[in-house]
């Protein structure tokens, strides 16, 4: 069964530094999303993608935050001067209809 | 999207029928029920959705009253394994973006 991957598992990065958090989506899927899951809290929105652009994006997206999906398969999100807050796991999304496949996350902690 | 409440946490034995109710006061004439399942450090999963009255599928059953404001997830003869956090989603039809927007979900857990 086709699933989403992402990389790498687990991303340590010094506050101030940009990350850059991979996903490859399953391959027939045209809609892609990140979340992110703080320890101990809900999962939360963070943006979609749809036709090469960002068709939705929270709150939380803010100028730190961009995507990409550079080539065919890849999806990126890049995070900008880290915050130690940044420290969550991101779950990368994609859905051809309604059901969403989730990643297994990037846990990024940021120290 | 319309605010969904479920109980925060469930207890079960193994080999009993669970039912998850949630509520859903304000869900729009577009918005259908969808539920997800997650396991720690894991990307949640989708178990089921549906619009109106009963779908049955593999894993779970979903009952939605004519009035819609409620939906009740069944998991026939859980085990060990169905211990995780579910969640009780309202999502758009026809959303372009389809985001889904997390609660905090019913934790379950399933004892010996």
């Known amino acids: 069964e086709p699933e989403v991957t992402q990389t790498p598992s687990h991303q340590v990065t010094q506050m101030g530094q940009e990350v850059i958090l991979r996903c490859v989506p399953i391959s027939n899927h045209l809609y892609f999303y990140w979340y992110r899951q703080i320890l101990g809290q809900k999962v939360e929105f963070l943006v979609s993608?749809?036709?090469?652009?960002?068709?939705?994006k929270s709150e939380i997206f803010d100028d730190q935050f961009s995507v990409e999906r550079p080539d065919g398969s890849n999806f990126t999100l890049k995070i900008r001067s880290t915050k130690l807050e940044d420290s969550a796991m991101y779950f990368c999304?994609?859905?051809?209809?309604?059901?969403?496949?989730f990643g297994p996350g990037t846990r990024l902690t940021v120290t | 999207l319309a605010k969904t409440t479920q109980p925060i946490s469930m207890d079960s034995y193994e080999g009993q029928e669970v039912n998850i109710t949630c509520s859903h006061n304000n869900i729009a004439t577009n918005d259908y029920i969808t539920w997800y399942q997650q396991f720690p450090s894991q990307g949640p999963r989708f178990i089921i959705q549906?619009?109106?009255t009963k779908v049955t599928n593999e894993v779970a059953s979903l009952f939605i009253p004519a009035d819609r404001k409620s939906s009740t997830l069944s998991l026939p003869r859980v085990s060990l394994s169905d211990t995780a956090v579910y969640y009780c989603?309202?999502?758009?039809?026809?959303?372009?973006?389809?985001?889904?927007?997390f609660g905090q979900g019913t934790e379950l857990s399933v004892k010996p």
């Open positions: 549906g619009y109106k």
């Open positions: 999304a994609s859905r051809p209809g309604r059901e969403q496949y």
């Open positions: 989603l309202v999502a758009r039809q026809g959303n372009q973006g389809g985001k889904l927007i």
């Open positions: 993608f749809y036709n090469n652009e960002i068709s939705e």
